[in-house]
């Protein structure tokens, strides 16, 4: 006669209750499991043995081990997000029981007992050390201890956390940074657990969720002293109680005896938490050894924050040296639109060495630059600081581009002899609607013309800057109403996976897919085509960081230009106004007119004044009316308060009253002074 199968609750029933011999080696095979994969956090961690219990009498399977076969879950829950419920069921499994043996055995079982209490200590105190920041640390403390160690834990932090050596705020603040416990999520084993006379945790059990997220360390108080013990405390005695009465609340149920242990996080020099571990009752209580394992879990997981803090604290200065390091935002010089981006290599090298920018010259021109320095690290970035404001200041003087990138080699020199970096250097002239390019060992730029053609630029490449003894070559090309110039560093086009010019044809290819969207009259927004250049990163294309800037050519009319040479003399100052109120007469900004006579009056009589050669005058009319007054006398004029007694001195003042904006510029064969006014036709 067929034996009846006994069903499978009795069937785990039974093998619970088989001696250590039995059960602690199925328990330890899956020591050799590989760790979790980041993607499957909420999965039971194979690599943390579980912590045995003491040995006993046999008995019945624990509530948690019985929800394994019938659904469990560990729910982990962060301030300020709803509570994720439904890990994978095996994560609830409960600590193995260890069955009856003979006092023979009892010291065998001792020892294995010790042996996985090391080995847990171990695996937890390795997941903990896997976190590079803040949240993945503390993650890695909870997902490491519920449900092996306990059945619930709570993380407080110190709020704000304090750097280094960085002497803390007061008052003195816990933040609840993180929770996670076990909870059933199968009704029927929760109906099963009340009428066996169990509480089950995060159920029916006591409510261990702070009343606040804040709390207030009182100096003198409870929690205070226990903090300052540094050592693990069971919630048994009432000055530990206390201390957890005041963490939760004075309305929250707090477990006795020796189901809770409040463990403080000490770093290096102080305590910045603490780390609250419970176990409900349907498993056995913590013992005098868990202190210890809850000393390393809290010992390991507070200087683990502390390297986490005092890295946040790096990655921010990085941030913020590489944002300071390029422009806040573009200038909108006239005829040209401007957009760029830039990318950090990875996010642990948040750093590097490219730069762009975008630069306002005299006449309405415009200088791009786009540079590489070698490497990505804070070096580097420096180094490309000190780069681009050489630039900046050579473009202010109005050099050629080639001759820019010549004292830019120089400067490079100065600074290392391993400091090598490449750039591209070219001035757009709206009015010309031409554009000069000169290149330091930099990858070409790419004009996109406006009936969707894209090409690479023929430019001279150059040597990179820092070689020393090179000469750098400038070419002059068309720059068309209506083109987009290009301009990156070579992160976008080379990786591991392509060569430099694989990715310059592919880029070419991209730009003329995008434009063939707008069709053949109408060039593509220049934002919207930045974001779908980068696109065309695939995955392992992010070797080096980027930089990108994208020029669009409006140009200015000839229509809308007036230029007039004017002779030094005592009448150029008459004939100048006159030739003003004329241009604008025929662009019917006749309102200005008296403003623009006056104004003009104003800077050809200085010009002329130390000028030895013919003064130029230009109008331009775009959003805004520019006037610009050049001469060749290098020396810069500045305004003064003219006292009541001079005849003249107030020149400028009027113009600095009259002027929406105006400046002065030195050239490398005199100075241009400009002023502009707001067009209200």
């Known amino acids: 006669m067929t034996e009846p199968q006994p069903t499978s609750h009795e ?68 301030p300020g997000q709803p509570e994720r419920a439904g890990r994978d069921s095996a994560a609830a499994s409960a600590v193995p029981s260890v069955g009856a043996s003979d006092d023979g055995g009892a010291g065998a079982a001792a020892a294995r007992r010790e042996g996985d209490q ?24 909870c997902r490491a201890t519920v449900p092996t160690f306990s059945d619930a834990i709570l993380v407080h932090l110190r709020d704000p956390l304090p750097v280094g050596d960085e002497r803390p705020a007061t008052p003195f603040v816990l933040r609840l940074r993180r929770t996670d416990r076990l909870r059933l999520v199968d009704e029927a084993l929760s109906e099963s657990a009340e009428a066996e006379g169990l509480t089950v945790l ?53 477990p006795g005896g020796r189901r809770a ?24 209580a913590f013992e005098a050894n868990d202190l210890l394992v809850a000393a390393q879990l809290a010992t390991h997981t507070a200087l683990g924050i502390d390297k986490a803090v005092l890295y946040g604290r ?71 600081g000190q780069l681009r404001t050489t630039a900046q200041t050579l473009a202010g003087l109005d050099l050629p581009p080639a001759e820019v990138l010549h004292h830019l080699d120089e400067q490079a020199q100065r600074l290392g002899t391993d400091r ?27 004009l996109l013309h406006l009936g969707g053609r894209a090409e690479v630029l023929r430019v001279p490449p150059g040597a990179p800057i820092g070689v020393g003894g090179v000469d750098f070559e400038a070419v002059e090309l068309d720059a068309p109403a209506g083109a987009t110039l290009l301009l990156y560093t070579d992160g976008l086009v080379e990786s591991r996976l392509r060569d430099v010019w694989t990715g310059i044809e592919q880029l070419r290819e991209r730009l003329a897919a995008t434009a063939q969207l707008t069709g053949p009259d109408h060039s593509p927004p220049l934002e919207a085509l930045c974001d779908d250049v980068l696109d065309m990163l695939g995955p392992g294309d992010r070797d080096d960081d980027i930089a990108l800037l994208a020029a ?19 009448t150029a100052p008459g004939r100048a106004r006159r030739l003003a109120r004329r241009a604008l007469e025929r662009w019917g900004l006749e309102e200005l007119t008296d403003s623009v006579e006056l104004l003009v009056s104003e800077v050809v009589t200085n010009a002329v004044r130390y000028a ?38 107030r020149g400028l003042f009027l113009v600095n009253r009259l002027a929406r904006r105006w400046g002065a510029t030195r050239l490398s064969g005199g100075k241009v002074v400009w002023f502009e006014l707001p067009t209200r036709g």
């Not at 899956?30 to 008995?59: F, L, M, Y």
């Not at 591209?424 to 330091?440: E, G, K």
């Not at 230009?618 to 805004?624: A, E, G, I, Q, S």
Request: net charge neutral.
């Open 11 to 78: 069937s785990r029933r039974k093998e619970l209750a088989r001696p250590t011999e039995q059960t602690l080696p199925r328990a330890l095979e899956e020591q050799g499991r590989p760790h979790a994969a980041p993607e499957e956090r909420g999965r039971p961690h194979a690599d943390i043995p579980a912590v045995p219990e003491r040995p006993g009498p046999a008995r019945r399977a624990p509530l948690g081990a019985r929800a394994a076969e019938r659904g469990a879950g560990v729910t982990a829950s962060v």
């Open 118 to 141: 090391l080995r847990f200590v171990g695996a937890a105190t390795r997941r903990i050390a896997r976190g590079i920041d803040l949240d993945e640390i503390v993650l890695g403390l």
């Open 202 to 254: 995060g159920g029916a059990g006591p409510d261990l969720t702070p009343a606040s997220e804040l709390c207030e360390v009182r100096t003198g108080g409870e929690l205070n002293e226990v903090l300052r013990g540094v050592r693990p405390v069971f919630a048994e005695s009432p000055a530990a109680r206390a201390a957890l009465a005041e963490l939760l609340g004075p309305d929250r149920t707090v």
């Open 261 to 284: 242990i409040l463990a403080p996080l000490r770093g290096r020099r102080r305590v910045i938490g603490a780390a609250v571990f419970v176990r409900g009752p349907e498993r056995p």
């Open 314 to 384: 790096e990655a921010y200065i990085a941030d913020e040296l590489q944002r300071t390091m390029l422009p806040d935002s573009l200038p909108q010089p006239t005829g040209v639109r401007l957009a760029s981006r830039y990318l950090p290599a990875a996010e642990t090298a948040r750093v590097g060495g490219d730069w762009y920018d975008a630069i306002p010259l005299p006449g309405s021109r415009v200088a791009l630059v786009v540079g590489d320095v070698m490497g990505h690290s804070m070096t580097s970035a420096a180094i490309m």
């Open 420 to 446: 090598m970096a490449t750039c591209l250097y070219a001035v757009y002239d709206p009015v010309a609607h031409r554009i000069t390019i000169a290149n330091a060992g930099h990858p070409p730029p790419v």
């Open 552 to 570: 669009r050519f409006d140009g200015i009319a000839p229509s809308d230009v007036a230029y007039w040479f004017l002779d030094p003399e005592e």
């Open 612 to 649: 030895e050669r013919p003064v130029t005058l230009r109008l331009l009319k775009t959003d805004v009316l520019r006037c610009e007054v050049g001469d060749d006398s290098p020396q810069l004029p500045r305004q003064r308060r003219a006292r009541d007694t001079d005849e003249g001195g």
